[in-house]
Nanobody, 125 residues
Framework: QVQLVESGGGFVQAGGSLRLSCAASGRTFSSYAMGWFRQAPGREREFVTAISKSGGMTGYADSVKGRFTISRDNAKKTVYLQMNSLKAEDTAVYYC??????????????????WGQGTQVTVSS
């Protein structure tokens, strides 16, 4: 089992950057594929990006490709989301998630077993 805590959210102007972190508890962080999802008010939760257990494989939603970068540090039990060139439409609560059965969790939220509490990102236009 793993517990996830996100941090790094906040308020930023369009064009700015933020770096989110997701710290995991437990001794087996490297056994989990990780993902980031987001949910804007009135909208369903949507996939943002995912990374494999070792970090060798990543995937991105088209809406963030080229602007966001996911990475992980298994020694620090942390996954990061670097967000650049932020847009107003990136405003949402961002959640990290963990999945232990596959090497790469992908874009389906149902594949993920553990979720953090979320961190708010607000981008002003």
């Amino acid at each position: 089992q793993v517990q996830l805590v996100e941090s790094g959210g906040g308020f930023v102007q369009a064009g700015g950057s933020l770096r989110l972190s997701c710290a995991a508890s437990g001794r087996t962080f490297s056994s989990y594929a990780m993902g980031w999802f987001r949910q804007a008010p009135g909208r369903e939760r949507e996939f943002v990006t995912a990374i494999s257990k070792s970090g060798g494989m990543t995937g991105y939603a088209d809406s963030v490709k080229g602007r966001f970068t996911i990475s992980r540090d298994n020694a620090k039990k942390t996954v990061y989301l670097q967000m650049n060139s932020l847009k107003a439409e990136d405003t949402a609560v961002y959640y990290c998630a963990a999945e232990g059965r596959k090497n790469y969790g992908g874009s389906n939220a149902r594949e993920y077993d553990y979720w953090g509490q979320g961190t708010q990102v607000t981008v002003s236009s």
